[in-house]
């Protein structure tokens, strides 16, 4: 029986990482850092201090903690001047069919993001209504895949998490699911998320009765 269904947020309701590309690309720059879209993909699901962390890497550069922090808060400045403009328009295909079906049959809905602008996007989009539970970046201390962020929301639902179902478009999303004993949807490829219970390529590939079969 699925009691619940737990969604990442950015690449599986909303596509931000286009944002925050833009945003890691003006950084670096400025920081004369060769960042790629390619490299962007190892952001993913990864948090703000970590990614800052992992592109100073790639551009070989050591900086103090304050000077980390100052450059942190500027990409995160430049980022939100970007979803601030988002519209409802941009919730990816099929998510808001899939958690109007999940309302209909009585399965509760939580978000479990790391990002810490998590709540500014769900306002952006409209979205917050329909989410019984609401764990982001500000919530937990310990990042995915860590399975915290999914046992925090399977606790304000009141939820058993071996009855609840992740949605998750990054590895590390996908190892905090299993690590926490839920079920998980992969969003993306097969190859990188085979983990998995089951992968599909967005939300408007997901139904009731897949959900049930899981
Ligand atoms: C999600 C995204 C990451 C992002 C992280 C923190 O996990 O996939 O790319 O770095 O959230 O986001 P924030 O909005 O707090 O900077
Ligand atoms: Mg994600």
């Keep these: 029986m699925i009691e619940a269904c737990i969604f990442d947020l950015d690449g599986v309701i909303v596509d931000t990482a286009r944002y925050h590309y ?18 962007n993909e190892r952001l993913k699901g990864v948090s703000r201090m970590r990614s800052l962390d992992i592109l100073l890497e790639i551009g070989g ?6 000077k980390k922090e100052e450059l942190a808060q500027k990409k995160n400045e430049n980022y939100r001047s970007y979803i601030l ?7 990816l295909p099929g998510a808001l069919k899939f958690i109007r079906e999940l309302k209909n049959n009585d399965i509760l809905i939580a978000l479990g993001s790391a990002s810490k602008n998590a709540m500014t996007i769900l306002d952006r ?35 058993n998490p071996a009855n609840c179902v992740v949605f998750e478009d990054a590895e590390a999303g996908v190892e905090a699911a299993l690590r926490g004993g839920m079920k998980c949807v992969g969003i993306g490829s097969p190859k990188t998320l085979s983990k998995a219970h089951l992968v599909v390529s967005g939300l408007h590939e997901m139904n009731i009765t897949k959900l049930s079969q899981l």
């Design 125 to 159: 989009l409209e979205l917050t209504p329909w989410f019984d539970a609401i764990i982001d970046g500000t919530k937990v201390t310990a990042a995915k895949p860590d399975p915290e962020v999914f046992l925090k929301g399977a606790e304000a639902l009141n939820a």
């Design 61 to 66: 550069l050591t900086l103090p903690p304050q």
């Design 22 to 39: 833009i945003a890691w690309k003006e950084l670096a720059d400025e920081l004369g850092i060769e960042f790629t879209e390619k490299d």
């Design 85 to 91: 403009k988002m519209t409802p328009e941009e919730i």
